[in-house]
């Protein structure tokens, strides 16, 4: 008997109702109970009870075969914390030697402060003069080289300033996003020192330890935090509290709009994806829509709210069911008749882009900071 894998009370949530099913991913593609939530929960509770052994084949696959969307839990009657479930499951299924290689690299680098901070001087971060990077033409700006120290007390809404997080990985891949972020709210403040979220932990079996990363990066970022992730902000709000949390676009909300976004001289047409996590788990999505409305055309895709295949390490723990996933979504994408596509998190953002490179298609991803810097910026001289 395995017993202690899970906590009871969450695990004797789940009613079997199945109103979950329709919502899940990797049901979809399968068909096969074992691929949906509450097939996965009859499988943690046999781990728990003793019923399976810890090492069946079975739990191997379903524990990493699930995306990890949360697309579950808000359709789910009972409230049952999916995302929390599969945190425990992680934590048990991949300690030691059954961890994947590739998680615990990832987690290794992430966890490294002074990687971290290495990556923000090399690639810039947003530790510079705040300036928009093109997205509808032209290359990204040239990282600012001149370090800025954090800035006003208060936000042109007349709220506290908001202490702007980095991130590890979008510290590394997209630097212009944060540096996006401030140019549309220069009163951000941008410590230096601030390490890792902990959501890559949290998970990919290390619970403890991003648990950990978020107390000391709340430590780190006083008050208001303020993300251009959705992943992260939800793995945030979830180990601080969501008053101490908010994703870029509810920050941004209510605040003037930009200029219209002109794409071959007309209004451009935009769509967005959603993070999975930022809307499943803190129930964001209005917020970058009614953004997006202000400059451009919105078109919502039928499947904005399912998972594009990016699901944090997914995309390269299991490429091909990822393909799988995202190739459906690009297909939507390209009918939908649209020039841009909008990213509120950066694995989403790096799995459209590089998605939509790969079949040379005209659609361009962007992160919303990126899209509405560029609506804020000045018109260059005529
Ligand atoms: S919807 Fe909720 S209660 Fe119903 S089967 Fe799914 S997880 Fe269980
Ligand atoms: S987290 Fe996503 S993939 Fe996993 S069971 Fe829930 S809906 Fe399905």
């Known amino acids: 008997m395995t017993g202690d894998v899970f906590d009871p009370g969450q695990l004797s949530r789940c009613i079997s109702c199945g109103f979950c099913l329709p919502a899940c991913p990797t049901y979809a593609m399968t068909g096969d109970e074992a691929s949906s939530p509450r097939g996965r929960i009859t499988l943690m509770r046999a781990l728990q009870d003793g019923t399976l052994p810890p090492d069946d084949p079975t739990l191997a696959e379903q524990s990493s075969f699930c995306l990890g969307c949360r697309a579950c839990e808000p359709v789910c009657p009972a409230g049952v914390q999916y995302g929390s479930l599969l945190e425990q499951w992680r934590v048990h299924q991949w300690r030691g030697r059954r961890r994947p290689p590739l998680a615990r690299a990832l987690t290794l680098v992430a966890g490294q402060r002074w990687l971290l ?59 212009a996003v944060s540096r996006a972020a401030r140019a549309l709210d220069p009163a951000l403040a941008v410590p230096s020192a601030q390490g890792c979220c902990g959501a890559l932990h949290a998970h990919n079996g290390d619970l403890a330890g991003g648990e950990r990363l978020a ?4 430590e ?50 935009v769509t967005l994806q959603d993070s999975c996590h930022l809307r ?3 129930g964001v ?17 039928p499947s904005a709210a399912t998972c594009c295949g990016a699901a944090g390490t997914y995309s390269l723990l299991r490429p091909n069911d990822s393909r799988r996933i995202l190739d459906a979504k690009l297909d939507e994408i390209e009918a939908a008749g649209v020039d841009l596509v909008v990213a509120v998190n950066p694995g989403c953002l790096r799995q459209l882009r590089t998605g939509l490179r790969r079949r040379r298609s005209a659609v361009r991803a962007v992160h919303l900071a990126e899209l509405l810097a560029e609506a804020t910026a000045p018109a260059p001289p005529a």
């Open 285 to 301: 999505f209005a917020e970058p829509r009614a953004l997006l409305r202000q400059v451009a055309d919105y078109v919502e895709l």
């Open 117 to 175: 901070r290495l990556l923000g001087l090399v690639r810039g971060a947003a530790r510079g003069p705040a300036a928009p990077s093109p997205t509808t033409a032209g290359p990204a700006a040239a990282p600012p080289t001149t370090a800025a120290e954090p800035a006003a007390a208060e936000s042109g809404a007349g709220e506290p300033a908001g202490q702007l997080m980095l991130g590890c990985f979008e510290r590394a891949l997209y630097p």
């Open 215 to 218: 107390r000391r990066l709340g």
């Open 220 to 269: 780190e970022l006083p008050g208001t935090i303020v993300t251009t992730s959705g992943g992260c902000a939800a793995h945030l709000a979830s180990v601080l509290g969501p008053r101490r949390v908010r994703e870029l676009s509810t920050w941004l909300a209510g605040r003037p709009p930009g200029t219209e976004l002109r794409v071959a001289g007309r209004r451009a047409r």
């Open 280 to 282: 499943n788990g803190l």
